[in-house]
C-alpha cells in the first residue's frame, strides 16, 4: 500500500503561528515563592481555504522551554546566567498546557489541537487555542527572570 501526496493539490499552507500576547510579565507569589500562572493565546493563520482539510487535525510540537533568573536587576535580558541549582527540576521550566487540557506539553511530543477552531474573514482556516503556563519551581530572591517558548505546528492531511 502506498500514498501519493501532490503537493500542486494542495490548496493553502499554515501562514502564521503565534502566540497573543506573545511577551508576559509574570506577578511574584511570595508565599510560596514561584510565579503566578500565565495565560495567552496561541493563533493560528492559514490561506487554507474553509472547505478543504476541514477534517484533519493541527499537531503542535514544543521545541524550546527555558527560563534564566538573576539576582542583580541590572543585568540586561541577554545576558542572564542559567539559575544556580544542582539539576534540570531547579531551573525556571514552566509547564504549558493547551485548551486547558489537563495534557501538559513535552519537548518534541505531538499534541494534538483538534482541527481548526475557527473561520477567518477572507473565509480561511484559522484558529485560537488557549495557553496556561505553570511556574512550580521557587525562584526564591531572583530579582530577574527571563524566559521563552518555541512551538512548532503541523498539518496532519
Known sequence: MATIIRLDDIDGAITSVRFSPDQLLLN???????FQDAHTRLLVESSIPEAKYKDN?????????SGRCSKDVS???????????????DKLHPEIYINDSGAQLEIETAHSLGEFNRVDEKKNMAGDYPV?????????????????????LELAI
Not at 28 to 34: A, E
Not at 132 to 152: D, E, M, N, Q, W
Open 75 to 89: 543585568v540586561s535580558s541577554d545576558d542572564i546566567g542559567w539559575i544556580d541549582g544542582a539539576d534540570e527540576s
Open 57 to 65: 487535525s493541527l499537531n503542535l510540537f514544543l521545541t524550546k522551554n
Open 28 to 34: 511574584y507569589n511570595s508565599s510560596n515563592q514561584t
Open 132 to 152: 496556561r503556563l505553570h511556574f512550580p519551581t521557587k525562584v526564591g530572591a531572583y530579582a530577574k527572570c527571563s524566559g521563552y517558548i518555541s512551538v512548532r
